[in-house]
């Protein structure tokens, strides 16, 4: 069996990463894609509709939807190189990977035709409205209701922790739609404009950037019915697949060896040694471990080639091991590395500190991922 990537797709690679070398907003840094700043949007938009004119925003969309059906790995490439340059994209990377995909599921030909092409031109940001104060790892006890009236849905409630609702123009929004049957059989999707009157963003406060993560209220929201995605009722098996290319959406390991590397760079500013055989080892642990993440990553990605639809634990193996015990891995290495210096405000060590504690919680605990391994993978019981 081949492991190493062929020469096309190293080419593949090396005009990628030329591309967003030359086109990415200098000192663009990891943060930015939280769009914590006003100025951050239009850059992004921008980046996002260059890199659309040139086929990098969808080339693994199919043709019939404006892409270049490129293969499962070649989109791996472009996940790799977009994280280790900090998501250049911002929140883009959700429209592409996971929203407009169950929009291409489920959507109507006047969904598809309404939405697919502003995603694909990179004018336009999503937020994702599934979590509720009630309602997170156990997302199917969603409270937030909507109700039929005419050609209009009522929508009342609230969503929290949701990343983009700032500057979102529209919102992937999970309702309740009937509360007398089984949980997951009563939840329905909206592709829900966030203009609309009654809908209030709160930023909550973090020890990192401002608007990081948002509750969004709903007060008798009327969204126009034919924002429903598929059939009333019958959104839970959209949105299980959703999380599932959720978790093999994000390539963090990219990502944690540049952080790892610049750090290792930044100790010849510093004046630390890190020459000592005990960081030696410890630096050594780390790529290992990211390098294993990787390669869940691609066992994940074999498995969505192999089952597109199906359940797919393999997702939640990757997600356990890459966002979550590695970017715990990362915090700790950040700090053996950089030692005193690692405690100065915004330096990289404070930085993934701060943000790194958010990996293994964002798209799912760490707990539930593994909760979902040991169902699924190890097929123990459900209750032990
Ligand atoms: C930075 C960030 C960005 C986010 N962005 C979004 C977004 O854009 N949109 C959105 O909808 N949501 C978003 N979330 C929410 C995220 O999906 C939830 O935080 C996550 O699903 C966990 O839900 P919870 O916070 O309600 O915690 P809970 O579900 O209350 O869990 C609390 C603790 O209990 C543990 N636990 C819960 N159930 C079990 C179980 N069955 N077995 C073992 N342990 C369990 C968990 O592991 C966790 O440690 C974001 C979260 C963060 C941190």
């Known amino acids: 069996m081949e ?39 239009p850059v992004v938009k921008e980046f996002c509709r260059k890199f659309g004119e ?27 190189e977009m994280w280790a340059a900090g998501e250049p ?3 883009q990377y959700m429209n592409v990977n996971w929203i407009a995909p169950a929009i291409m599921l489920a959507g109507t030909p006047e969904q598809k035709k ?27 006890a969603l409270k937030t209701k909507a109700v039929r009236d005419g050609d209009q849905y009522i929508v009342s409630g609230q969503k929290i922790w949701t990343s983009y609702a700032h500057d979102a123009e529209y919102c992937f929004l999970l309702v309740r739609t009937n509360s007398e049957v089984e949980f997951h059989k009563g939840i329905s999707i909206l592709l829900a404009p966030m203009n609309l009157p009654g809908i209030v963003v709160r930023n909550i406060p973090t020890p990192f950037v401002d608007h990081a993560i948002h509750e969004v209220f709903f007060d008798e929201v009327r969204v126009p019915a034919d924002c429903l995605l598929g059939e009333e009722n019958e959104g839970w098996g959209i949105i299980r697949h959703t999380l599932t290319e959720e978790r093999v959406g994000i390539a963090r390991y ?67 091991i890459g966002p979550g ?18 405690l100065v405000d915004n330096s990289m060590a404070d930085r993934e500190t701060e943000l790194g504690t958010v990996g293994p919680i964002a798209a799912g605990a760490l707990e539930v991922q593994l909760n979902i391994v040991a ?10």
């Open 54 to 80: 040139s086929g990098w925003l969808t080339p693994h969309w199919p043709r019939e939807y404006g892409g270049l059906d490129s293969s499962a790995w070649e989109r791996t490439v472009v996940g790799e």
């Open 114 to 140: 309404r939405f697919l092409t502003p995603i694909s031109e990179g004018g336009v940001v999503w937020c994702q409205g599934f979590s509720e104060p009630d309602a997170g790892s156990d997302l199917a």
């Open 89 to 91: 994209r911002g929140p």
């Open 3 to 41: 492991f190493a990537w062929s020469d096309d797709e190293q080419k593949y690679r090396a005009a990628l990463r030329d591309y967003v070398a030359e086109n990415i907003m200098p000192g663009w840094n990891h943060d930015d894609r939280e769009l914590h700043d006003p100025r951050l949007k």
């Open 254 to 320: 990219a990502y944690q060896e540049q952080a790892l590397m610049e750090a290792i760079d930044d100790c010849a500013i510093i004046g630390r040694d890190v020459s000592d055989p005990g960081l030696q080892e410890a630096i050594g642990y780390g790529f290992a471990f990211f390098e294993a993440a990787r390669s869940m990553m691609y066992v994940a990605t074999q498995e969505r080639i192999d089952d597109p639809t199906g359940l797919r634990p393999m997702a939640s193996v990757w997600r356990a």
């Open 375 to 384: 169902r699924y993978c190890l097929k123990l019981p459900k209750d032990s």
């Open 325 to 342: 015990l590695a970017e715990m891995l990362l915090r700790e290495l950040l700090m053996e590395v950089m030692g005193p210096e690692g």
